[in-house]
């Protein structure tokens, strides 16, 4: 039982995985129509003061809400978050389920939400009962818990209380562990919290602070994680950087073995590694700014050639191009774009500053029907995606109304893609205030 500063008791920490963990990778079930979307809905939700003409509000993140249980069922949930707000929205209908709103009198620009992971929280040793929560946080280092099903914002702490300007850009859940959350934070330190399991129905729960990674490089933009590796990844600006989760020595507060992983320098530009997703549990997929090029590769076999740097805990791979399959995307000098992955259909999708939306379909690759480096075969040229979705030509009354220039008139960043189990659903949001929403299936057309 660990106690604060203040001398107040906290739950008991076990340093052991959750008894109910199992790794339930989905199967691969590729698709015959990854190249078919649809725009469906384009929505204006995070707006400041609920301006409906707000353009300028930049939306970071979206992810769908986690399998529940053992059902096949899709869930057609995804989160946005961005400006002060986090939503809910049914992408099926287009309907915001629930949104979550600080309080715009005293939230600041400071207090922007960057960042948003899911979790699924065990309230019993067998998991037969169990909660979908998602953390968000971003400006001043605030973390808010939510528990969306009941509607609740039942937590929030700042990981650095004492430095205003401190920013976390990156959350991570730890898969094995259902409470732990990683915090990347903008000065390059990782934090890893325990924020509890929620005593209901009052949702009474106390965070404990368990250990601060030192920085390797300035901003953590992605994290993502590794089950079988028990490796949690970074993009940071600065590097790719990999450190094995070892219960043992997280309890003692040892440093962590650490990885370095050196990814091509292309036409002089370093590694600002923007950003990170795991297609499946041993195939990550990078992307650097400036490179024009999606890198996804094996840990397993990039581990095995990994070399001691400066003691018996850093290491470093030189991960080289016969070991990738190197995908084709934007020269764009923008950064900050990020991947979104289903790894049931292994479509991955990235979008661009035109407002563009790059799909890959991946399935043959990973299963080997196509040979390439992440499969032990021979190298391949840059892969092209299979279909490059255009911003669609949008009528916007309420911009027209307060006399705003059109959406497209300036570049559309897009921050962030999401891709629904079994590829059905892409969601995309931009720097422009907009929840792109795009259905897989035949162009619907009116009769």
């Not at 039982?1 to 203040?6: A, E, G, I, L, V």
């Not at 934070?185 to 368990?210: A, E, K, N, R």
């Not at 079988?228 to 309890?251: F, N, P, Q, S």
Request: glycine share 6%; with cysteine.
């Amino acid at each position: 039982m660990k106690t604060s500063d203040k001398g107040e008791e906290h739950h008991n920490i076990t340093y052991s995985f959750d008894p109910s963990y199992k790794l339930n990778e989905p199967e691969i079930q590729k698709v015959a129509d990854a190249d078919m979307f649809q725009p469906m809905y384009f929505l204006r939700t995070h707006s400041k003061n609920n301006d409906p003409a707000d353009v300028q509000t930049q939306i970071w993140q979206c992810s769908f809400e986690p399998k529940q249980g053992k059902s096949d069922s899709t869930n057609y949930t995804v989160a946005t978050c961005g400006g002060s707000s986090v939503c809910f929205i049914d992408v099926e209908s287009g309907g915001v389920i629930l949104k979550y709103n600080r309080n715009t009198k005293t939230a600041t620009a400071g207090e922007i939400l960057y960042a948003q992971v899911w979790s699924r929280v065990p309230l019993d040793d067998l998991g037969l009962n169990s909660i979908t929560i998602l953390a968000a946080a971003g400006g001043r280092s605030t973390v808010v818990v939510m528990h969306p099903e009941a509607g609740v914002c039942y937590q929030m702490f700042r990981t650095v209380p004492n430095k205003a300007a401190a920013v976390i850009n990156s959350l991570q859940f730890h898969p094995k562990k259902a409470t732990w959350l990683f915090c990347g934070h903008q000065d390059g330190q990782i934090q890893l919290w325990d924020v509890g399991v929620p005593s209901l129905p009052s949702y009474s729960v106390t965070q404990v602070h368990l250990l601060t990674i030192p920085a390797v490089a300035r901003d953590v933009y992605n994290l993502t994680f590794s089950a079988t590796h028990d490796l949690l990844i970074a993009g940071c600006d600065g590097g790719l950087v990999g450190w094995k989760i070892d219960m043992k020595k997280v309890e003692t507060n040892e440093r962590l073995e650490r990885t370095m992983f050196v990814l091509p320098d292309v036409d002089g530009n370093g590694t600002v590694l923007d950003s990170v997703v795991m297609v499946r549990d041993d195939l990550l997929a990078a992307k650097c700014a400036l490179h024009g090029q999606i890198y996804i590769f094996s840990l397993k076999e990039a581990l095995k050639k990994r070399t001691v740097t400066k003691n018996a805990i850093q290491y470093e791979v030189v991960v080289k191009e016969e070991m990738m399959l190197r995908l084709r995307w934007s020269d764009t000098d923008n950064y900050y774009m990020n991947m979104g992955v289903d790894p049931s259909s292994c479509i991955l999708v990235c979008g661009d500053d035109k407002g563009a939306l790059w799909v890959y379909d991946l399935a043959d690759y990973v299963t080997g029907k196509i040979s390439s480096p992440i499969t032990n075969g021979a190298l391949l040229p840059l892969q092209e995606p299979v279909k490059i979705l255009e911003w669609p030509e949008l009528e916007d009354a309420e911009v027209e109304k307060a006399r705003k220039l059109r959406l497209d008139t300036y570049d559309i960043v897009v921050d962030n893609c999401a891709v629904s189990r079994g590829g059905t659903h892409i969601v995309a949001v931009t720097s422009n205030n907009m929840v792109c929403i795009w259905k897989r299936g035949p162009e619907v057309t009116d009769t």
